[in-house]
Every structure is written in structure tokens, then in C-alpha cells.
């Protein structure tokens, strides 16, 4: 039976569209959807327990995997086999969960997993641009409760005009690169990277992409209506008790916003408060906390919120004693670590971050492998979060999803920063040592100076702020430089880095509904006086990137030589490169440049006279000695026939010197005129065109003998046909007498 299948196109209005599908594929899943632009076709199913959790949250799960097949591909590695997602994977997992999961109700816990999967690639259409819309699509097509559709594009601008969902190659040509995640009231999330631009720039691209996504919202409603759409599960709710909360709040508030109000560092605050909720705990019967279970507990962390907000949005305070636009003391220090390439911390308040760089070739680049892209970075970032940090014993499971998220976009903040002409791959690995809000910005102002210390010419320094944003409707007040307590009780936390020019990158997520472009606006700017105020504290510790590398590092010298020597260069089974390698106690790198097809030759090295022996040997290599020009030589090997000699400006650049000319006397032995090891000069010839070899000359450049007669060139024509040569003593066999011969002997065996 063919299943009837149902369909919605989304136009773009640029020639593009959207498909989602649904009928055909995964139907046990509670909702699927096939998405198709272009070649590139993305599954999403959804799937969701009918029994809840015993959590407290909503334990959501959201997949993204690539498939190789997909792109006619072959995984990597010893067993072909997809593994572990990628980082790339990774973070767009995480966009898509950024916007679902605010979506959920609050009380429901049940286990829901979100997976999307891509089928088909296209090389024109970046599918992570899709994911979102897919899955809300997937979720609109099930009974899962969930409040209003979504769905995420990218957004790029080529030539001051915008773009939905750009392609590889547009990408390449924008200068803005951001994924905008909203429903059709409101924007949610804002992920991105930017060229230095405004922040009225960054207001527009956000506007342009939610009118777009408002047209794929409107799709997924049609697309549910004529499917079906299914009524919406019943689950059980969490018990609620309105008495119990007024007591709870009535016993908390003003006990929290007192503490609030007084000002006190992370750990003072947090013990207070959990004195606070221990006595009001205290005032309920072991009989009545058996019964109202961990109520109390909710209640209490409701009251805590509400506390504090009041105490920002009535006073102006914040729960460090702050004012709404005061950033935290800074210090910083920079080449702290003595062994490294570049080194800086950089401490604000109770966030601390080490930064080390590391220079290296381009055999050091990371490699990247998805089936959407191939590729290589010759700028990454490494962000690390110990549990140290926040004053936690917990083990180590390898790199979380929020590690990865971080890092990257530390990374997207300052590779916009790093010339082209770098010759170096530059890693740079932050490590959090403490964290009590906004390591991530930590990470780029520590980033930015260790990258100086390095000696890495950045076109301008990169800072980075966190904010937060606290509204009640008619009030609010943006915070800068958010501590980690005020990022969980705010409405919208964002990240914006930048320069003094512009912004470079940003990360908001907006947790309230129809959130004003004004509003958006002004946390903008006031982001941008706290960018600057802690830029100015990064300058003041080191204001232009130092001239050099260190000593200790390693120097890069980049060289390009014809496509023809490359062989040459790197000897039979790469027997003379490491040798040379070995040597000068240098690391040589060769790649061919894809569009002329020379050869570029990265020497790395710590020692100055080792990569100046590479180059000589390159040098030696190119050398072209000219006609006519006199050459300083050395002998290097005697033939009975001459002598085998090197130019001393281009070692190992060899030459044969004939016997005939050493001098103009006549020369019996090689040795009468020449010895190893002699240094003269010759005269350059050419080729010459009886031997087709170069052809240097000693006597050249020497005097004339007196008297001295030269032979005369030989004519050919006074040599006599074949009948007048002479036999040279051998027997005149006639021709006209070989049939009298005498019959051969037999062969003897």
C-alpha cells in the first residue's frame, strides 16, 4: 500500500525553496518530517515517553548526526563506521536545543528525544540551517505538548544586501554569518559572526531573518492541519499548592533581599541563602515536608528569584553591590608561563582564565571531516572547564557539548583577528580556573592577549562581555557583566565580543516573549561601553602584539619553488628532506599550491642558523647562473677528465670544469692545474650544443700565453669519402671477393 503523503513548500523568494514532507517515512515515530532544499534532504523524528520522569526537568535529548552516505562517502578511519559526533555536529545540536527547550511546559519531565539526521547533501546548501525547522516541524506533527512553532535560518550579507540560508560559497564572501532561532512573535536565540559591524547592522539581520522564519512557522501549521493534527497529550502535572506558596514566599523574601542587598562575594551569598531556606524548611513539620514533598524547595527558589529581580529593577543593585552597568575589577598579566609560546591570564571578579598559544605548520592545522565539509583550521580555539572552577569534585568524562559550544565561540570571535599572510597555525587552549559568570568572554580576553604575547600581528584586539536583562513589562534593566546566579534568574542572556570597531561575534538566548528591537538595541550599546571599558584594561596590559616570537618558539619562513623541484627537494623515499630535517634540527613542510601548482615550503624551526641552512639549500636549488657572468667555485671530486666543481653561492649546485678548460697550455693531468678543496672563479657558458651539458670555463678569464697560437678548427670536408679512408693496417677485404670464401667451420659446442 502506498502511504498518502503530505506536502508544504516554503519559497524563499530568490528561485530556492523548502520542502517538508510527511507519510512516507518513520511512521511509529510520535512526528517525522523529510525537509528537502536543493539535493540536501534531512530526516527529523520526535519521540516522547507517555510515563514522566522522576526529575525535576525536562530530561530532552537533541541528535543531529551527518551521514556519510549521504555524501557518497566513505567514513575515516580504520572502521568505517560513523562514531561519536563531530564538534560541528555538536554545535548544532545545540542550537536546535537552545530554542526547543524553553518551549516545553515547565512540569513536563517525560523522556523526549529529538533526532535529525541528514540523508542527502548538497554542496549548495549548509544543512544545519535546516535542522530547527525540521524539528519543530517533526514536533508539530506530534501530540507532544509544545507552545508555539519555531524555526532557525542563517543569515549572511554579501555586498550590503542580506541572505537567507547562503551556501558554502556565499558564505566565504559574507561578512556576517549568524543562525537566528524565533517563533513567529518572537526571536529566541542569536548565534553568529561578524565582520566589526554595528550594533543597528546586527538589529537589521535579526529583523530580516524572523520575517523569513515567520513564513516557515505559517508552513508548519498548514503542513499539521492537513496531516492532522493530533490532540495534545494529558500527563500529569506537578502538584501545585497556593497556600503553600504564599507561606513559602511570605518567609523567604525579605529575608533573601536583605542578603541581596548587603553585597557579598559567591560563596558568602550562597551559604546565607541556604541558612535562609534551611529556617523556613525548619517552620514545617517533618509530617508536612513528607507530605508537600520537595514543594517547599520550589517555592523557596521561586521567592529567591523574585527577591533579587525586585531588588535590581527597584534599587538598581545587584547582588554583588554593582550597579546595573559596573563591571567587575580586572587585572591582567601576560607571559606568565615561561615555557609556552604565549601566555596571559585574564581575571574578573571570580572568573579567571589561563590562555596559552601554540605555534605550528600547516601539518598542525585541524582537520576537519563531516560529510557537509572538508576542510582544515589554521586558527582553533580549545576551551576547558575543570569542576575546580566552581568548587566541585566531579570526574572527568571527556569534552561536554557546553565545552565545545564555548570554545567555538571564542574561536568565531577572534579568527576574523588573525591576518591572512599568518605563515603559522595558532591553537589556543583556555583554561577555566574559576568561573562565577562568563568564563566564555574570559576566554576571548585572555585569548587576545596571549595571541600578542605569541607575537601574532591581530589586525585589532578582541574583548568580550556577558549580559543579562531583567523585565517585569513595564521596568527593566540590562546588566553588564552578568555573575553566574544572575544569567539562571535573568530574561536573556547574551554574549557580544568585539572591537573597538565593531562586533565579532555574539550568542543570545532571549527567555521572554516578544522582546522589543529597542530594548535589543540598548543592551546592545551598553554592551559595547562594558566591550570597551575592559578592552581599555587589555590594552593597558599589553598594547600592540609583540614584534617577534619568543626565542624558544619557533620561527616559520615560507618559501615557494617551481612544481619541477619538488621531487629534488625531498630525495628518494624523502631521503634528502629528512636528512636535511635531522640536520638543522628544523621541521620542513612541502604542499603544492592548488591553483599554480608550485611548491610551498614551510620551515619551522627554533634555531636561526638551521633554518638558514634550509633556505641556503633552497637557494642553492633555484640557483640559475646567467651567461657570460664569472662564478666563484669550489672543487669538490677529480676525474681524469676534468674537475667537479660547486658554485660557493649555491652549495650543492654542481658543475663539470673539462680538462680543456683549466688553461690554455695544453694539461696532461687534472692535478697539474687544480686540487680539492681550490676555490677560483669561472666563466659561465651555457649549455653547450656538442655535449647538451653546462659548460664553465677557467681559462676563460685568464690571460692569454704569449705567442700562444690556437688550433685551427678541424675542417670535415678534408677528410675523404669511405673509398679513400685509410685501413689503418687492416686487410683489404674486398667486397667482390666474399662469395669465394670458404664455407664456415661447424660450431663447436
Given at each position: 500500500?502506498?502511504?498518502?503523503?503530505?506536502?508544504?513548500?516554503?519559497?524563499?523568494?530568490?528561485?530556492?525553496?523548502?520542502?517538508?514532507?510527511?507519510?512516507?517515512?518513520?511512521?511509529?515515530?510520535?512526528?517525522?518530517?523529510?525537509?528537502?532544499?536543493?539535493?540536501?534532504?534531512?530526516?527529523?523524528?520526535?519521540?516522547?515517553?507517555?510515563?514522566?520522569?522522576?526529575?525535576?526537568?525536562?530530561?530532552?535529548?537533541?541528535?543531529?548526526?551527518?551521514?556519510?552516505?549521504?555524501?557518497?562517502?566513505?567514513?575515516?578511519?580504520?572502521?568505517?563506521?560513523?562514531?561519536?559526533?563531530?564538534?560541528?555536529?555538536?554545535?548544532?545540536?545545540?542550537?536546535?536545543?537552545?530554542?526547543?527547550?524553553?518551549?516545553?511546559?515547565?512540569?513536563?519531565?517525560?523522556?523526549?528525544?529529538?533526532?535529525?539526521?541528514?540523508?542527502?547533501?548538497?554542496?549548495?546548501?549548509?544543512?544545519?540551517?535546516?535542522?530547527?525547522?525540521?524539528?519543530?516541524?517533526?514536533?508539530?506533527?506530534?501530540?507532544?505538548?509544545?507552545?508555539?512553532?519555531?524555526?532557525?535560518?542563517?543569515?549572511?550579507?554579501?555586498?550590503?544586501?542580506?541572505?537567507?540560508?547562503?551556501?558554502?560559497?556565499?558564505?566565504?564572501?559574507?561578512?556576517?554569518?549568524?543562525?537566528?532561532?524565533?517563533?513567529?512573535?518572537?526571536?529566541?536565540?542569536?548565534?553568529?559572526?561578524?565582520?566589526?559591524?554595528?550594533?543597528?547592522?546586527?538589529?537589521?539581520?535579526?529583523?530580516?531573518?524572523?520575517?523569513?522564519?515567520?513564513?516557515?512557522?505559517?508552513?508548519?501549521?498548514?503542513?499539521?492541519?492537513?496531516?492532522?493534527?493530533?490532540?495534545?497529550?494529558?500527563?500529569?502535572?506537578?502538584?501545585?499548592?497556593?497556600?503553600?506558596?504564599?507561606?513559602?514566599?511570605?518567609?523567604?523574601?525579605?529575608?533573601?533581599?536583605?542578603?541581596?542587598?548587603?553585597?557579598?562575594?559567591?560563596?558568602?551569598?550562597?551559604?546565607?541563602?541556604?541558612?535562609?531556606?534551611?529556617?523556613?524548611?525548619?517552620?514545617?513539620?517533618?509530617?508536612?515536608?513528607?507530605?508537600?514533598?520537595?514543594?517547599?524547595s520550589k517555592y523557596f527558589y521561586k521567592a529567591e528569584k523574585t527577591a533579587i529581580r525586585d531588588l535590581t529593577l527597584n534599587e538598581g543593585l545587584r547582588l554583588d553591590g554593582r550597579k546595573t552597568t559596573d563591571i567587575r575589577p580586572i587585572w591582567c598579566e601576560v607571559d606568565y608561563l615561561p615555557s609556552t609560546h604565549g601566555s596571559s591570564?585574564?581575571?574578573?571578579?571570580?572568573?579567571?582564565?589561563?590562555?596559552?598559544?601554540?605555534?605550528?605548520?600547516?601539518?598542525?592545522?585541524?582537520?576537519?571531516?563531516?560529510?557537509?565539509?572538508?576542510?582544515?583550521?589554521?586558527?582553533?580555539?580549545?576551551?576547558?572547564?575543570?569542576?575546580?572552577?566552581?568548587?566541585?569534585?566531579?570526574?572527568?568524562?571527556?569534552?561536554?557539548?557546553?565545552?565545545v559550544g564555548h570554545g567555538n565561540l571564542a574561536q568565531r570571535a577572534l579568527k576574523r583577528m588573525i591576518p591572512d599572510e599568518c605563515p603559522y597555525t595558532v591553537r589556543v587552549v583556555s583554561e577555566v580556573l574559576e568561573s562565577n559568570g562568563s568564563s566564555s568572554m574570559a576566554t576571548v580576553c585572555a585569548g587576545t592577549m596571549a595571541l600578542?604575547?605569541?607575537?601574532?600581528?591581530?589586525?585589532?584586539?578582541?574583548?568580550?562581555?556577558?549580559?543579562?536583562?531583567?523585565?517585569?513589562?513595564?521596568?527593566?534593566?540590562?546588566?553588564?557583566?552578568?555573575?553566574?546566579?544572575?544569567?539562571?534568574?535573568?530574561?536573556?542572556?547574551?554574549?557580544?565580543?568585539?572591537?573597538?570597531?565593531?562586533?565579532?561575534?555574539?550568542?543570545?538566548?532571549?527567555?521572554?516573549?516578544?522582546?522589543?528591537?529597542?530594548?535589543?538595541?540598548?543592551?546592545?550599546?551598553?554592551?559595547?561601553?562594558?566591550?570597551?571599558?575592559?578592552?581599555?584594561?587589555?590594552?593597558?596590559?599589553?598594547?600592540?602584539?609583540?614584534?617577534?616570537?619568543?626565542?624558544?618558539?619557533?620561527?616559520?619562513?615560507?618559501?615557494?619553488?617551481?612544481?619541477?623541484?619538488?621531487?629534488?627537494?625531498?630525495?628518494?623515499?624523502?631521503?634528502?628532506?629528512?636528512?636535511?630535517?635531522?640536520?638543522?634540527?628544523?621541521?620542513?613542510v612541502i604542499n603544492e599550491d592548488p591553483t599554480t601548482g608550485e611548491g610551498i615550503i614551510e620551515i619551522l624551526g627554533t634555531k636561526p642558523e638551521g633554518v638558514e641552512a634550509v633556505l641556503r639549500r633552497l637557494e642553492s636549488m633555484l640557483f640559475k647562473p646567467e651567461i657570460g657572468n664569472v662564478y666563484e667555485v669550489k672543487v669538490i671530486?677529480?676525474?681524469?677528465?676534468?674537475?667537479?666543481?660547486?658554485?660557493?653561492?649555491?652549495?650543492?649546485?654542481?658543475?663539470?670544469?673539462?680538462?680543456?678548460?683549466?688553461?690554455?697550455?695544453?694539461?696532461?693531468?687534472?692535478?697539474?692545474?687544480?686540487?680539492?678543496?681550490?676555490?677560483?672563479?669561472?666563466?659561465?657558458?651555457?649549455?653547450?650544443?656538442?655535449?647538451?651539458?653546462?659548460?664553465?670555463?677557467?681559462?676563460?678569464?685568464?690571460?692569454?700565453?704569449?705567442?700562444?697560437?690556437?688550433?685551427?678548427?678541424?675542417?670535415?670536408?678534408?677528410?675523404?669519402?669511405?673509398?679513400?679512408?685509410?685501413?689503418?693496417?687492416?686487410?683489404?677485404?674486398?667486397?667482390?671477393?666474399?662469395?669465394?670464401?670458404?664455407?664456415?667451420?661447424?660450431?663447436?659446442?
Amino acid at each position: 500500500m502506498i502511504p498518502k503523503v503530505f506536502r508544504e513548500v516554503i519559497d524563499l523568494g530568490d528561485g530556492r525553496t523548502i520542502s517538508l514532507e510527511t507519510g512516507k517515512l518513520a511512521k511509529q515515530a510520535h512526528g517525522s518530517v523529510v525537509v528537502q532544499s536543493g539535493k540536501c534532504m534531512l530526516l527529523c523524528t520526535v519521540v516522547s515517553n507517555y510515563q514522566q520522569s522522576a526529575v525535576d526537568f525536562l530530561p530532552l535529548t537533541v541528535d543531529y548526526r551527518e551521514k556519510f552516505a549521504a555524501a557518497g562517502r566513505y567514513p575515516g578511519g580504520f572502521f568505517k563506521r560513523e562514531a561519536r559526533p563531530s564538534d560541528g555536529e555538536v554545535l548544532t545540536m545545540r542550537l536546535v536545543d537552545r530554542v526547543l527547550r524553553p518551549l516545553f511546559p515547565k512540569d513536563y519531565h517525560a523522556e523526549t528525544q529529538v533526532m535529525i539526521q541528514m540523508m542527502s547533501h548538497d554542496d549548495d546548501v549548509m544543512p544545519d540551517a535546516l535542522a530547527g525547522l525540521a524539528a519543530s516541524a517533526a514536533i508539530q506533527l506530534s501530540d507532544v505538548p509544545f507552545e508555539t512553532p519555531i524555526s532557525e535560518v542563517r543569515v549572511g550579507r554579501i555586498n550590503g544586501e542580506f541572505i537567507i540560508n547562503p551556501s558554502f560559497a556565499q558564505l566565504a564572501i559574507s561578512d556576517i554569518d549568524m543562525v537566528i532561532g524565533a517563533s513567529a512573535d518572537s526571536v529566541m536565540m542569536v548565534e553568529g559572526e561578524m565582520s566589526e559591524i554595528s550594533e543597528e547592522e546586527m538589529a537589521d539581520a535579526i529583523k530580516f531573518a524572523h520575517e523569513a522564519i515567520k513564513v516557515q512557522c505559517a508552513a508548519q501549521v498548514a503542513l499539521a492541519t492537513a496531516f492532522g493534527k493530533k490532540e495534545t497529550r494529558e500527563y500529569e502535572v506537578e502538584r501545585e499548592d497556593e497556600a503553600l506558596a504564599k507561606k513559602v514566599h511570605d518567609l523567604t523574601y525579605d529575608k533573601v533581599y536583605a542578603v541581596a542587598r548587603k553585597a557579598s562575594a559567591k560563596h558568602e551569598r550562597s551559604a546565607a541563602f541556604d541558612e535562609i531556606k534551611q529556617e523556613v524548611k525548619a517552620s514545617f513539620t517533618e509530617e508536612e515536608l513528607a507530605d508537600y514533598g520537595d514543594l517547599v524547595s520550589k517555592y523557596f527558589y521561586k521567592a529567591e528569584k523574585t527577591a533579587i529581580r525586585d531588588l535590581t529593577l527597584n534599587e538598581g543593585l545587584r547582588l554583588d553591590g554593582r550597579k546595573t552597568t559596573d563591571i567587575r575589577p580586572i587585572w591582567c598579566e601576560v607571559d606568565y608561563l615561561p615555557s609556552t609560546h604565549g601566555s596571559s591570564i585574564f581575571t574578573r571578579g571570580e572568573t579567571q582564565a589561563l590562555a596559552t598559544v601554540t605555534l605550528g605548520t600547516s601539518r598542525e592545522a585541524n582537520q576537519i571531516d563531516m560529510p557537509s565539509f572538508e576542510g582544515e583550521e589554521k586558527f582553533y580555539l580549545h576551551y576547558n572547564f575543570p569542576p575546580f572552577s566552581t568548587g566541585e569534585a566531579r570526574p572527568l568524562r571527556g569534552t561536554s557539548r557546553r565545552e565545545v559550544g564555548h570554545g567555538n565561540l571564542a574561536q568565531r570571535a577572534l579568527k576574523r583577528m588573525i591576518p591572512d599572510e599568518c605563515p603559522y597555525t595558532v591553537r589556543v587552549v583556555s583554561e577555566v580556573l574559576e568561573s562565577n559568570g562568563s568564563s566564555s568572554m574570559a576566554t576571548v580576553c585572555a585569548g587576545t592577549m596571549a595571541l600578542m604575547d605569541a607575537g601574532i600581528q591581530m589586525v585589532k584586539p578582541v574583548s568580550g562581555i556577558a549580559m543579562g536583562l531583567i523585565s517585569d513589562g513595564d521596568r527593566y534593566a540590562v546588566l553588564s557583566d552578568i555573575l553566574g546566579d544572575e544569567d539562571h534568574l535573568g530574561d536573556m542572556d547574551f554574549k557580544v565580543t568585539g572591537t573597538a570597531d565593531g562586533i565579532t561575534a555574539c550568542q543570545m538566548d532571549i527567555k521572554i516573549k516578544g522582546l522589543s528591537y529597542e530594548i535589543l538595541v540598548n543592551a546592545l550599546k551598553q554592551a559595547r561601553e562594558g566591550r570597551l571599558h575592559i578592552l581599555g584594561k587589555l590594552t593597558e596590559t599589553i598594547a600592540q602584539p609583540n614584534a617577534e616570537v619568543k626565542a624558544h618558539a619557533p620561527k616559520i619562513i615560507t618559501r615557494t619553488i617551481p612544481n619541477s623541484l619538488i621531487g629534488a627537494f625531498i630525495g628518494p623515499g624523502g631521503k634528502h628532506i629528512q636528512e636535511l630535517q635531522k640536520e638543522t634540527s628544523t621541521t620542513i613542510v612541502i604542499n603544492e599550491d592548488p591553483t599554480t601548482g608550485e611548491g610551498i615550503i614551510e620551515i619551522l624551526g627554533t634555531k636561526p642558523e638551521g633554518v638558514e641552512a634550509v633556505l641556503r639549500r633552497l637557494e642553492s636549488m633555484l640557483f640559475k647562473p646567467e651567461i657570460g657572468n664569472v662564478y666563484e667555485v669550489k672543487v669538490i671530486k677529480m676525474l681524469d677528465f676534468g674537475a667537479v666543481v660547486e658554485y660557493i653561492d649555491a652549495p650543492g649546485n654542481e658543475v663539470l670544469l673539462h680538462v680543456s678548460e683549466l688553461a690554455w697550455e695544453r694539461t696532461e693531468n687534472v692535478t697539474d692545474v687544480v686540487n680539492m678543496g681550490d676555490v677560483f672563479e669561472v666563466k659561465y657558458f651555457g649549455i653547450d650544443p656538442k655535449t647538451r651539458k653546462e659548460k664553465v670555463s677557467r681559462k676563460a678569464i685568464l690571460p692569454k700565453p704569449e705567442g700562444y697560437v690556437a688550433r685551427p678548427p678541424r675542417d670535415n670536408n678534408d677528410r675523404g669519402g669511405r673509398d679513400n679512408r685509410d685501413n689503418r693496417g687492416r686487410d683489404n677485404r674486398g667486397r667482390d671477393s666474399r662469395d669465394d670464401r670458404k664455407p664456415r667451420e661447424p660450431r663447436r659446442d
